[in-house]
């Protein structure tokens, strides 16, 4: 549709006729949002979406992820029949190949997370490997992994088909109509600005594909993602290719196969990329291919001619090179855009756009009409985004890397190597002569451990007993038996600040916010459903001013979060204080002895007593400590005006290596809040989960003054009673040994009494404990309450084995809080300055966590 007019108006917009583009426009007609309007700048799907391959997976990283997946394959086998559009789709199934003992292990875990998803799938041996892909060189492949539902689809029929079922249904598509800006009006969606009139909408979704970037950009929107070659190949015609043939996956090799109208189409994605477009996208560019680079990719093409020896008797009748567009962490931005209330994004693909396109069209559409998605999609949310990663330099080298980061093998110790020391803390060059090794979090160089050899990452990879378990162990043990040093600089420090702060963040918050100053209060971020958008901890640091201490990763989303759910004419501000504070952290037992040095304020347990906050003198510098402890021991998190970083650290090592003071990096963290059963934000808490089912219900207040957003829900599940039908829980796996494991991950299923009634949101050896330890979910229609988990016999699958576990609500290690709060007489402190717990469950089974309750 080009030579009809626009809409003066359209409730609304989506910039980019790809198939994200046109999904979420088909979707949306679906659920009746009639005059809806598609802008095309030139035809539809001639962007990237033309030349993809087209395979069609269904296991993501995450439960929900898994579901959106899984309907966009069902989908596809609905397509064609509704809107009369051939969509070419087939499900011939994948495989993935192992080569080594770790993919091995890796597939055989995707079996048992498959299982739990209800997706079926098979291991496979050499001779039905051979049976199924007789064309492959299999020396070196220890077995395989079959997914029978999965399929391959012909992107451009599917565009198409999502277009006309839009048409169908009352919206509107216009092809070669380029959109030239977003019209706001104080900071929020009107209009948008074509080259053939304006149309008047308050919603607006960018879906550009690689263009994205720099539209947004010009919009003082954040979107990283670059644009980078992708190469394939495909054969001339094969005698009796089968066209039921699977698609075929060799993630150590790097390349992928498929049968394409009796060739095979063959690809990589080569560990070092070539960017393209740095100076931008040509005007014209419409279907348009790019040069191929034979020297680039020889290697890629000498692994496919062996592993696939047969191509040597049939020609190459394409050799193709397109681009595709890459995010820097490997994963697409969707949702609301933090800069500009109206405007939604989904673009950064990486190569996935068509398994993709059916989930995140609806998702969008849940979005755009009711406010929030159905499912969490808090791993690809657009907010989480900082505004340094739009820098455009960065994004051009990270994309090189970012061609493959979603292959090849993933463990801890696999580290990103591109745009390195992007985002260092103050005491990143004292950290490193330490021995630190860091890790890439966000551009933030983060110390993951200590190495005084420095001999820094190992190279051989493992998913299970790491090379640096022997020097985490002492650092988990210093914190045990004295203190230990941990730099958590690059959390997110946001100011709430003005007369009406605590009434803006107890809109947010479940919590009570409006406590006295000098109060630090844990709390969750809400959304409409109760469901938890953000774990915070905020100080009154004065009537009018509060300091939220956040994860690296949510330093902007929950910025956001606070300004879009205020009423417009509060008075208050918020400000990003991240680089203004350095924040340390002091634990262990002599934690207090080794400030109390170094100070003149009285810091004793009764002066100080856990869970308050003061300011303090410190060495030489005024600074915020707060009696808190991630890792379950007695701890202090101080706040360092940046300046006075340096100063304060000199001054609490040379107080507190003499008492046994050790450098510890996030991995010990990790480790020691894992036996303490602390809940991470992002694996065992999310926007999927209420406080209640998170047994977190202590940190939420029906009562308060005015209602918070998610009370109406949260209000309606206390009804229910104290034992929810979805319990988070601290799990151990019995009999484990730091030698052989088993370790526990994420996604293994867990049993009750024979019958699926849970799964592994995060695991770490507990090496305080010497156990292997877990935090999981677990579902039971009649509640999960202490007698149900104490009458059942539970058990963890892993990579195919099953696994005897302890389960209980109650924390593994210190489970009545007595080393945070510095003894036995400590144990019944209650939650001064918040309010008292709602369910009684919460009391007896969380009481460790009131850590973090002022």
């Known amino acids: 549709m080009t030579g009809r007019p626009l809409p003066d108006r359209a409730p609304v917009v989506i910039i980019g006729g790809g198939v994200i583009g046109t999904s979420t426009l088909y979707h949306l007609a679906k659920r009746g949002v009639e005059g809806a309007v598609l802008l095309e700048r030139k035809q539809l799907a001639s962007g990237t979406t033309w030349h993809a391959a087209g395979i069609v997976g269904q296991l993501r990283e995450s439960g929900a992820q898994t579901e959106l997946s899984k309907y966009t394959a069902r989908l596809f086998t609905e397509l064609e029949a509704e809107t009369g559009q051939a969509t070419g789709y087939k499900q011939n199934g994948t495989i993935h190949l192992a080569l080594s003992e770790i993919r091995l292990e890796q597939l055989r875990r995707n079996h048992d997370h498959a299982a739990r998803v209800g997706i079926e799938s098979h291991l496979l041996g050499l001779g039905d490997l051979n049976e199924k892909w007789p064309w492959v060189n299999y020396d070196g492949v220890l077995g395989g992994f079959f997914v029978p539902s999965n399929g391959q689809v012909n992107p451009l029929d599917v565009t198409q088909a999502f277009a006309r079922g839009a048409r169908s249904n009352g919206c509107l598509v216009f092809e070669n109509t380029v959109a030239k800006r977003i019209v706001t009006r104080n900071g929020r969606v009107v209009a948008v600005e074509t080259e053939r009139g304006t149309i008047a909408t308050e919603k607006v979704l960018l879906a550009g594909g690689m263009w994205t970037a720099r539209f947004a950009k010009a919009h003082g929107i954040t979107v990283p993602l670059h644009a980078a070659e992708h190469f394939y190949i495909v054969t001339e015609a094969i005698p009796d290719l089968p066209k039921t043939l699977p698609g075929l996956v060799v993630l150590e090799e790097r390349i992928y196969a498929k049968e394409d109208a009796g060739k095979l189409l063959i690809g990589g994605f080569e560990a070092r990329g070539k960017a393209w477009g740095r100076d931008g996208i040509p005007e014209s560019f419409e279907f348009d291919e790019l040069p191929f680079d034979m020297e680039h990719l020889e290697p890629v093409l000498e692994t496919i001619f062996v592993r696939m020896p047969g191509l040597a008797e049939h020609g190459v009748q394409t050799f193709f090179n397109g681009p595709e ?21 989904a673009a950064g693909m990486n190569s996935n756009g068509i398994l993709n396109s059916g989930g995140v069209g609806l998702t969008m559409a849940e979005w755009l009409i009711d406010g929030l998605p159905s499912r969490g999609m808090g791993s690809m949310l657009t907010a989480r985004a900082h505004p340094f990663q739009g820098n455009a330099a960065y994004n051009a080298e990270r994309v090189t890397e970012a061609v493959g980061l979603h ?15 992007v985002r260092r803390v103050p005491l990143h060059d004292r950290l490193n002569a330490k021995g630190a090794v860091f890790a890439e979090r ?105 300091v939220i201490v956040t994860g690296h990763p949510s330093q902007i989303r929950d910025q956001a979060w606070i300004r879009e759910h205020a009423d417009p004419g509060w008075r208050f501000e918020v400000f990003d204080a991240t680089s203004s504070f350095s924040l340390l952290s002091v634990h262990g037992p002599r934690s207090r002895e080794i400030l109390s040095s170094i100070s003149t304020d009285d810091l004793s347990e009764e002066a100080f007593p856990f869970g308050d906050a003061r300011e303090i003198d410190l060495a030489y510098a005024r600074v915020w400590a707060i009696r808190r402890s991630f890792l379950g021991e007695l701890g202090y998190e101080l706040l360092i005006p940046t300046e006075f970083t340096a100063g304060v650290y000199e001054a609490l090592l040379a107080a507190g290596e003499p008492r046994g003071l050790r450098h510890i990096g996030m991995f010990a963290m990790n480790h020691c809040r894992m036996e303490k059963a602390f809940r991470h934000f992002g694996h065992d808490i999310g926007e999927d989960d209420t ?53 526990l991950i994420h996604n ?60 209980q609500l109650a924390p593994f290690y210190d489970p009545a809080g007595e080393r945070m709060r510095g003894g036995p007489s400590q144990a019944k402190t209650t939650n001064k300055g918040n309010q008292a717990h709602d369910r009684k469950e919460d009391d007896p089974d969380h009481r460790d966590l009131r850590y973090q309750i002022g």
């Open 325 to 345: 567009s890459f995010t820097p962490d490997g994963r697409p931005y969707l949702g609301p855009a933090p800069e500009m209330p109206g405007l939604f994004l």
């Open 407 to 421: 292959w090849g093998l993933h463990w801890p110790g696999r580290q990103i190597d591109t745009a390195r020391g």
């Open 442 to 546: 966000i551009g933030w160089e983060v110390p993951m451990y200590f190495d005084p050899s420095g001999k820094g990452w190992p190279s051989a990879p493992s998913i299970g007993r790491q090379e640096w378990f022997p020097l985490v162990e002492t650092e988990c043990l210093a914190a045990r038996d004295a203190a230990a040093l941990l730099d958590q600089s690059m959390y997110g420090k946001i100011l709430v600040q003005g007369p009406d702060a605590a009434r803006a963040l107890n809109r947010v918050c479940g919590a009570e916010m409006d406590v006295p100053v000098g109060t630090s209060v844990y709390a969750q971020f809400l959304n409409q459903r109760g469901g938890i958008e953000a774990d915070i901890t905020a100080t009154r640091i004065g009537l009018e001013k509060f």
């Open 691 to 743: 406080p209640y089912e998170a047994g977190l219900g202590f940190a939420v207040k029906l009562d308060k003054a005015e209602p918070f957003v998610g009370c109406q829900a949260l209000a309606k599940q206390k009804t229910t009673g104290p034992a929810t039908p979805h319990r988070t829980v601290a799990i151990a796996v019995e009999g484990a040994t730091p030698e052989n494991g088993p370790f």
């Open 748 to 807: 293994e299923p867990i049993r009750h009494d024979g019958r699926l009634a849970g799964h592994v949101t995060s695991g770490a050896w507990g090496f305080r404990l010497r156990k292997s330890l877990g935090m999981a979910t677990l579902h039971n229609p009649e509640g999960v309450s202490k007698q149900w988990i104490e009458k059942g016999r539970f058990t963890v699958r892993v990579a195919g084995q099953d696994f005897p576990l302890t389960v």
